[in-house]
């Protein structure tokens, strides 16, 4: 068990290309992690060897989060082995194309189900916890800046981002002022392996500062809202002005 005044962060999907720069960034900076993965175990491990390395009562366990039970198997692990949650950070996300209107169920589902309902269902079960301590705490959900973009060929995965930051609303107007619930927006700041062959300038060509974001960028912003004792309620947009047009 983590020492007691050791500050606990609890990430989803902490083994993704992005959620394990923030739950290795978090590590270097005094938190104790624990964090899931769903299909990796391999990756998993890897990242969890470098989070040791510095905070070394860290953990993780395997949580597909559009299972409900799977979550609920991840907190009592959680509460099992540490006995307060400073930062929960929901950053498990699913994301694929869907070309209406053959949309299937199954996409739906499996876009929903881990990008909304598995949030949802997250932020619930840590708010649970943490509106119990004596202290103030933080939830900070990963979202997309495509809530605000219409991207015709992504309608389930934009619809469950856009409701998402409905929920960040939510949950910060019931549990404060005990939780300050927020949530980061971020653009493009990870290249995925099927964008290799496109020019970086047409990546970027719609992104004001003539750049890709990158992983620290978001670091930066959660750093932000981990410290901030006055912000609730609200969605910072990690975008290079990529909105602007």
Same mark, same amino acid.
Request: aromatic letters at 8%.
């Given at each position: 068990?983590?020492?007691?005044?050791?500050?606990? #962060?609890?990430?989803?999907?902490? !083994? &993704?290309?992005?959620?394990?720069?923030?739950?290795?960034?978090?590590?270097?900076?005094?938190?104790?992690?624990?964090? /899931?993965?769903?299909?990796?175990?391999?990756?998993?491990?890897? @990242?969890?060897?470098?989070? #040791?390395?510095?905070?070394?009562? +860290?953990?993780?366990?395997?949580?597909?989060? !559009?299972? @409900?039970?799977?979550?609920?198997?991840?907190?009592?692990?959680?509460?099992?082995? %540490?006995?307060?949650?400073?930062?929960?950070?929901?950053?498990? +996300?699913?994301?694929? &194309?869907?070309?209406?209107?053959?949309?299937?169920?199954?996409?739906?589902?499996?876009?929903?189900?881990?990008?909304?309902?598995?949030?949802?269902?997250?932020?619930?079960?840590?708010?649970?916890?943490?509106?119990?301590?004596?202290?103030?705490?933080?939830?900070?959900?990963?979202?997309?800046?495509?809530?605000?973009?219409?991207?015709?060929? %992504?309608?389930?995965?934009?619809? !469950?981002?856009?409701?998402?930051?409905?929920?960040?609303?939510?949950?910060?107007?019931?549990?404060?002022?005990?939780?300050?619930?927020?949530?980061?927006?971020?653009?493009?700041?990870?290249?995925?392996?099927?964008?290799?062959?496109?020019?970086?300038?047409?990546? /970027?060509?719609?992104?004001?500062?003539?750049?890709?974001?990158?992983?620290?960028?978001?670091?930066?912003?959660?750093?932000?809202?981990?410290? !901030?004792? %006055?912000?609730?309620?609200?969605?910072?947009?990690?975008?290079?002005?990529?909105?602007?047009?």
């Amino acid at each position: 068990m983590a020492a007691p005044d050791k500050k606990v #962060c609890f990430i989803t999907g902490g !083994s &993704g290309r992005l959620g394990s720069e923030l739950a290795v960034s978090l590590a270097h900076h005094g938190y104790t992690i624990f964090f /899931t993965y769903n299909r990796s175990r391999e990756k998993a491990e890897q @990242v969890l060897d470098k989070i #040791c390395a510095v905070a070394p009562d +860290s953990s993780m366990t395997r949580c597909d989060t !559009s299972r @409900v039970s799977d979550i609920e198997d991840a907190f009592r692990l959680f509460s099992g082995r %540490y006995n307060r949650l400073d930062l929960l950070i929901p950053s498990a +996300s699913c994301f694929f &194309g869907t070309s209406l209107p053959d949309v299937t169920e199954k996409e739906w589902e499996e876009l929903v189900g881990t990008n909304l309902k598995g949030t949802f269902f997250t932020m619930q079960s840590g708010a649970g916890i943490m509106k119990e301590q004596p202290f103030v705490s933080r939830i900070v959900a990963i979202t997309d800046i495509a809530a605000n973009l219409v991207w015709k060929g %992504y309608a389930p995965y934009t619809a !469950s981002k856009a409701a998402v930051e409905h929920l960040i609303r939510v949950f910060a107007k019931v549990f404060a002022p005990r939780v300050l619930v927020n949530a980061i927006a971020p653009g493009t700041v990870t290249k995925l392996p099927e964008w290799d062959d496109i020019p970086e300038e047409e990546l /970027t060509e719609n992104i004001l500062l003539q750049r890709l974001g990158r992983a620290e960028d978001v670091v930066k912003a959660l750093l932000f809202l981990a410290d !901030s004792d %006055y912000i609730t309620g609200q969605v910072i947009n990690i975008e290079g002005g990529r909105l602007l047009n």
